[in-house]
Each structure stands twice: as C-alpha cells, then as structure tokens.
C-alpha cells in the first residue's frame, strides 16, 4: 500500500508564505514525476508544478515566480514553497506521485485571507 501524507497547509494572509510537504511511504518502487494539484470551491483543478526524478520543473502559468517545487529523492518527498500568496490561491493541495500509476495524497487545505 502506497501512501501520501501531506503537511504543512493553513491560513495565511496575503503575501505571506507557506511550505507544504508530502512524504511518500510504502510499496513503491522510484518515483518518477511528482507534481502538487489544486482544487478551489467551485473551481476546476489545476496542476501547480511538477518536477521530474532528475529536477526538471515546470509551473502554472498562475504561480510562477511565486512557487517553487523541490524534492528529495532520498525521502521519497517533494515540497512547495508558495511565497507571495494570494486569495486566490486558497484551495485544497494534493501531492501526486508517479510509480507506474499515479498516486494521491489526501489534500491539506491553503487559506489566503485579504
């Protein structure tokens, strides 16, 4: 069984920064991509970032140069680093992680107040 425990989500003000975390544990042989998604209320989801085994990243359009996705291969973890928040980006945060199929953590909510 594979798991994905996120941490690190909260309540913020605008331009504030958090760090969200997302450790993988259990059955899982190397991870290859690992990625965080989001879900606001009412909204459709969005990829945030991805990072390839070897660091490559990409973002959306909506984050970058204000988020930034690592990963530590000897953790089996990856990271975002949301600096210069906005109310927009609250949402729930999902870590996903791809092993041959992809998996999924539970989400940790993101609370931007104005």
């Known amino acids: 069984q594979v798991q994905l425990v996120e941490s690190g989500g909260g309540l913020v003000q605008a331009g504030g920064s958090l760090r969200l975390s997302c450790a993988v544990s259990g059955s899982i042989s190397s991870i290859n991509a690992m990625a965080w998604y989001r879900r606001a209320s009412g909204k459709q989801g969005e990829l945030v970032a991805a990072?390839?085994?070897?660091?490559?990243?990409n973002y959306a359009d909506s984050v970058k140069g204000r988020f930034t996705i690592s990963r530590d291969n000897a953790k089996n973890t990856v990271y975002l680093q949301m600096n210069s928040l906005k109310p927009e980006d609250t949402a729930v945060y999902y870590c996903?992680?791809?092993?041959?199929?992809?998996?999924w953590g539970q989400g940790t909510q993101v609370t931007v107040s104005s």
């Open positions: 996903k992680a791809e092993s041959g199929s992809w998996y």
């Open positions: 990072i390839t085994r070897r660091g490559a990243t």
